[in-house]
């Protein structure tokens, strides 16, 4: 069993890295601060790794502050790496050097899209979230999971599953769900931190970004727009404009869901979501992304509104 072979990891190692993905969500933070908590009960010297900042609406859960952004020269080499939600060395952004200069390094994921690009890799796209493989790792490593890890854990399987709406919700899902309400979770509690706790200047670029929105294909592809401007007219940052392709998703008839999203540094960012029938990783593939069946994503170095026609061509080809 691969948990085996971790554990034999593990075993030789104390000088530990947890590195979580660029534009980091709650699957990939809460799995790195469960995992760092469950290895520090060890005895682990864990050091967390980030490269952009955590989300405001995650940082209620215990040691947000802990993810480090740089690499230091005396924090380069360690005893073992984790990747934990990473689909692509990329997607651990300047930490991807971690895997050049270390030898020891493990990538637990649930993306279908993952290269396995680990010495030792734990891919699993039947779960929900990366969470969910960390509970398991945890639960066999016969490690108690205190407050903090429960919530870590619950954060990242709510965030992934749509507050267990999405197809990806399961019934081991739930079951596992159940046990962190068991150790000390409370739902509300999370729910209220995540989802009900938008700041003004948010609420107001909602409203901007929902009056971008655009149907094509007889109301079967949407499409949402956020720029720089957006941001700077609301007085937003650039952290408070996740999550706003649901709205694109949700109107009555749209099967596929496209944001383009103008980044810092020019390029757009694209979010895919589906209802039912579409493959958004096969979509994301085609411009160098990936991602699951109903949600991947892709970054494209051009214009907004060249992204949106060339990437328009390729869904429309998918119906
Ligand atoms: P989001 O649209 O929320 O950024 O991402 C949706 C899903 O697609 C997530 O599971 C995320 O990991 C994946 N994803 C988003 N952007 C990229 C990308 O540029 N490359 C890859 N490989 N996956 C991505
Ligand atoms: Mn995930």
Redesign the pocket.
Known sequence: MLNNNIKELLKNSKKIALVG?I?P?GDTTGSCLALAYALESLGKDVFLFCQDDIPDNLCFLEGCEKFNNELTPDNKYFDLIFAL?C??P??LGIFKKLLELNEQTINIDH?V?NTEFASLNWVDPNAAATCELIYELIESLNIHIDINIANALYTGISTDTGNFSYSNTTSKTHSIAAQLLTLGVKPEEISNNLYRNNSLERVKLIARVIDTIELYKHGQISTIEITKDMLTKVGADEKESSGM?GYAKDIKGVELALLFKEQEDGQI?V??RSKNIIDCNKL?NIFG????AR?????INSSLYDAKIIVLEEAKKLF
């Open positions: 993905h534009m969500d939600d689909s692509d990329e997607r993306h899209s392709v960012k979010s895919m994301a992304g990936g991602g699951h949600a991947a994503g892709c970054t």
